[in-house]
């Protein structure tokens, strides 16, 4: 099977995403189409990759029968609508993180999803290397044992980019780099629901947060501490779990690892090098996530089990309350 991808944007993300899934080997991936809001950036774009079609419209990505998936790599204030159109339009669609700024916009995109009969993930794409694979199979197997402590922090200087101080445009920490230290809690804990959630941030004089910390605890007494921030490098933004059988630390890039050192020993994966050089932090691990759909569509699946519908819920669930405890100005 030739997957053919149609992509929303010309971004950054966008063009690294692209670099990934035309990676050596192929297996089976083609960019059939890429789409901008401007037809000259979206034809820069395609030049680049050498996509035969380019468009100044979402909406000819919606109508071209010749595309099987949708990637949605644009701002995330539209990430919602986007998601619906190309649903009804009868596509595929893999939607970068956050999809939503809340569980209630999530759970309508969701139900979309299932009325039209089509496949839909989040783009959590950590889930999807080996890696992580790898660690949710030790945790589900037994080896650490009972989960005691989750450490896990995020922290990059990002503050003065737009879509992280505007409201406007989705702005804060905690939906763009707190979504990661989140996921990493609910992956360890099997979507367990918190029976605490302490939130704490800082705000910017527009209700933005610039940074948190969130504390879950769960009903065995485990405690996940989670910290991220969009004001400073954090050196190393690791995650370290300890089981009463074991621990695991995941190296200094824990949403995009290399490495991680598990009871069993060290587990690595390769990351894929691209036609054209990546805009971020080990991006050629986009294409597991890319590979990752193409499974789920080859055996006939509406959902990833490495990022699945409750997998997405349990996430925004506890943003949920962080924005709630925590006042944040989160209205896209």
Not at 106 to 113: C, G, I
Not at 145 to 161: A, D, L, R, Y
Not at 285 to 294: H, I, P, Q, T
Not at 300 to 315: N, Y
């Amino acid at each position: 099977m030739v997957l053919r991808w149609g992509i929303c944007g010309a971004g950054l993300i966008c063009s690294d995403f692209v670099s990934a899934v035309l990676a050596p080997p192929n297996n089976g991936h083609e960019v059939v189409c890429v789409g901008a809001r401007s037809l000259s950036r979206a034809q820069e774009f395609a030049d680049k990759f050498r996509i035969k079609k380019a468009y100044g419209s979402y909406e000819e990505i919606a109508s071209d029968p010749n595309v099987d998936i949708v990637y949605i790599g644009v701002i995330h204030t539209f990430h919602v609508a986007l998601s619906k159109q190309m649903l009804k339009a009868g596509k595929n669609v893999l939607c970068e993180k956050p999809v939503a700024a809340n569980l209630s916009q999530l759970l309508e995109v969701q139900q979309v999803a299932r009325e039209c009969k089509k496949f839909f993930m989040e783009a959590i794409w950590s889930r999807c290397f080996p890696v992580y694979r790898k660690i949710k199979e030790e945790v589900r197997s037994g080896n650490l044992g009972e989960i005691q402590h989750v450490q896990c922090q995020f922290c990059v200087p990002i503050s003065h980019v737009d879509r992280i101080t505007k409201p406007e445009l989705g702005g804060g920490g905690l939906h763009d780099l707190g979504i990661y230290v989140i996921q990493m809690a609910t992956l360890l804990f099997n979507n367990e629901k918190p029976v605490r959630i302490t939130a704490d941030a800082s705000l910017t004089d527009q209700g933005v947060d610039q940074n948190g910390c969130i504390v879950l605890t769960y009903k065995n007494g485990g405690k996940a501490v989670l910290v991220y921030s969009t004001l400073f490098h954090g050196g190393k933004n690791s995650a370290t779990v300890f089981g009463t059988k074991g621990t695991i630390k995941i190296d200094d890039t824990f949403w995009c690892p290399l490495e991680a050192s598990l009871p069993s020993g060290k587990i690595s994966n390769e990351i894929a090098r691209g036609p054209v050089p990546y805009n971020f932090l080990n991006s050629g691990g986009l294409r597991f996530e890319a590979d990752c759909v193409k499974e789920c569509l080859e055996a006939g699946k509406l959902e990833c089990s490495e990022v699945s519908f409750a997998d997405s819920q349990a996430i925004y669930n506890i943003i949920d309350e962080v924005v709630k405890q925590t006042g944040m100005n989160v209205k896209w």
